[in-house]
């Protein structure tokens, strides 16, 4: 298997520089705007950026039921590169079993996120990269999960540029 296929890896240019780009991802103000697939929103979110620290966010479906998630930031290289798990969890931030969510079990309890911002003088070049097969997070609906919430960042960064 070679890396792309090994990992999900979506490379995505914003008209946006990116001091502001990294903020829509480190502030969790800007965060809330567009995390979560297109037809969800992100009522409550909270960032506590240090290697060791942890982001915790909810995304409200159109149901109107939450679905939690968390990750611990292993490292930051600000405003160059994050470094975090990312799993489900609750309220209270504890892990929760994909399952819970309406996931197969197969699906990764945890994952590992790398996030690249590349400076391209007034444009960024922002690179996710996810530690679940690219089959799987195409079969998943990770894989448009992630471009819906990239196009919805689109859209905040041109609103807050």
Known sequence: MTERESELVITR???????????AWTDPEHFRHWWGP??????????????????????????GKDLWSKGIYKEIVEPERIVSTDFFSNEAGEHVDPA????????????????????????????????????????????????QSLDKLADHLAQAS
């Open 13 to 23: 240019v914003f008209d946006a520089p990116r001091e502001l780009v990294w903020r």
């Open 38 to 63: 297109k037809e969800y929103t992100c009522p409550s979110c909270t960032i506590d950026l240090r290697p060791g620290g942890a982001w915790h966010a909810a995304m409200r479906g159109p149901d």
């Open 100 to 147: 819970e969510y309406g996931l197969p079990p197969e699906f990764p309890a945890e994952m590992l996120v790398t996030l690249t911002f590349e400076d391209l003088g007034g444009k960024t070049r922002l690179t996710v990269h996810q530690s679940m097969p690219a089959a799987m997070a195409k079969q998943m609906g990770a894989y448009e999960g992630w471009n």
